[in-house]
């Protein structure tokens, strides 16, 4: 499956962006998808999750009650919603896909997008 991220931006602190990351290729309703990030000089986290269904979805403590995690099976994409960003949320933002479960590992992940820039001002 091919994964394209897009919807990075500029904000500032305490702005709204949404991400969202369309898949081709293979039958997306297949996949667990995911949404990692990674800043200058640190490494590759994981952000928030998503089932294969939609059901399930997982976030790292730093952003839950910000961020919100959905996916659109009809249209191949997966989306992030995030509120309330703060200075720490600027980083890359890539989507990754796997079809075993969701995990906070980069390395579970088979396919990966090219990433999008989110920077969050003061």
């Known amino acids: 499956v091919q994964l394209q991220a897009f919807g990075g931006g500029l904000v500032q602190a305490g702005d709204s962006l949404r991400l969202s990351c369309t898949a081709s290729?293979?039958?997306?309703?297949?996949?667990?998808m995911a949404w990692f990030r990674q800043a200058p000089g640190k490494e590759r986290e994981f952000v928030a999750g998503i089932n294969w269904s939609g059901g399930s979805t997982y976030y790292r403590d730093s952003v839950k009650g910000r961020f919100t995690i959905s996916r659109d099976n009809a249209n191949n994409a997966v989306y992030l919603r995030m509120n309330s960003l703060k200075l720490e949320d600027t980083a890359v933002y890539y989507c990754?896909?796997?079809?075993?479960?969701?995990?906070?590992?980069?390395?579970?992940?088979?396919?990966w997008g090219q990433g999008t820039q989110v920077t969050v001002s003061s």
């Open positions: 990754a896909a796997n079809n075993d479960y969701v995990s906070e590992l980069v390395s579970e992940y088979e396919y």
């Open positions: 290729g293979r039958t997306f309703s297949g996949y667990n």
